[in-house]
């Protein structure tokens, strides 16, 4: 069976669904964070697999647009769980009351 | 035929890891799952010949993003008590699950418009050439510079000791 378009963007599919899965049922921070980051992944495969075959280098162009936004993501989401940890001493997400009404 | 091979083993791996990374009760061995994950997706973007952007993500995802993330374990002592699912389990799973099933329905009913062509290889000065050209992006590539200044000083601000 040859691997076609639809094979990426299903393989895509089922990376983000894990991903939301994760970022809404976990408690931990930073396993949010990883889940977060393995949407952004999926949505990268999806990109670049429409570029591959619609043969349109654009795709790719917003993937590296993609990987920048989300290390700069990365790099502030940790730095605010970090300085989270130092005043609460945790890092569970349903113990951040903080800006809650 | 090799180049399938490469994809169906690429892709369970990829999803083995992903549902690792959701699944494991301890975090560190997540967090290297998450790894061998965004490898798995460097090889990926390979058999979708797109050689720059593997190169790319084996650089920042695997080597800054997953450093970041097991230092970011480390520092928040909380890896002893695991990474337990929260009270949004079971409307989580029904979402995940909805979207899932939604998604593939679609990209199965949809006819795409496929070319033939040959991929463009190699992939780097195209790229270049659509970042850098009159009509092309040289602005959301300066914005995207100004973006990662910002993060680093915020970064850095956030984990000043005071």
């Not at chain 1, 895509?12 to 931990?28: D, E, H, P, T, V």
């Not at chain 2, 650089?59 to 480390?74: D, E, H, P, Q």
């Not at chain 2, 989580?92 to 099933?101: M, S």
Request: charged content about 15%; some cysteine.
């Amino acid at each position: 069976m040859a691997v076609g378009l639809e094979h990426f963007l299903i393989l895509s599919a089922i990376l983000f669904a894990i991903g939301l899965y994760g970022a809404l049922a976990k408690r931990n921070a930073v396993v949010i964070l990883m889940s977060i980051e393995i949407m952004l992944n999926a949505v990268n495969i999806a990109m670049v697999a429409f570029s591959r075959y619609g043969h349109f280098i654009t795709g790719q162009v917003f993937a590296i647009f993609i990987m920048v936004v989300a290390a700069a993501e990365a790099a502030v989401g940790l730095a605010l769980i970090i300085a989270i940890y130092r005043s609460r001493e945790t890092v569970d997400a349903e113990k951040f009351d903080l800006m809650k009404w | 035929m090799a180049l399938e091979i490469a994809f169906w083993v690429l892709a369970a791996v990829s999803v083995g890891a992903a549902l690792a990374v959701v699944l494991l009760r301890d975090i560190f061995r997540a967090a290297l799952f998450l790894v061998l994950c965004f490898f798995t997706i460097g090889g990926i973007y390979v058999t979708l010949s797109a050689d720059f952007l593997a190169g790319a993500q084996v650089l920042i995802y695997v080597g800054a993003i997953g450093v970041l993330i097991i230092f970011a374990i480390m520092l928040t002592r909380e890896s002893r008590r695991g990474s337990p699912s929260g009270r949004l389990r079971l409307p989580a799973l029904v979402v995940g699950l909805l979207f899932l099933v939604t998604m593939v329905l679609v990209v199965v009913g949809t006819d795409w418009n496929v070319v033939a062509e040959p991929p463009t290889e190699p992939t780097t000065s195209a790229i270049a050439q659509a970042l850098f050209s009159g009509e092309g992006f040289v602005l959301a590539f300066e914005i995207a510079a100004a973006l990662l200044l910002a993060a680093i000083i915020g970064a850095i601000v956030l984990v000043r000791e005071k």
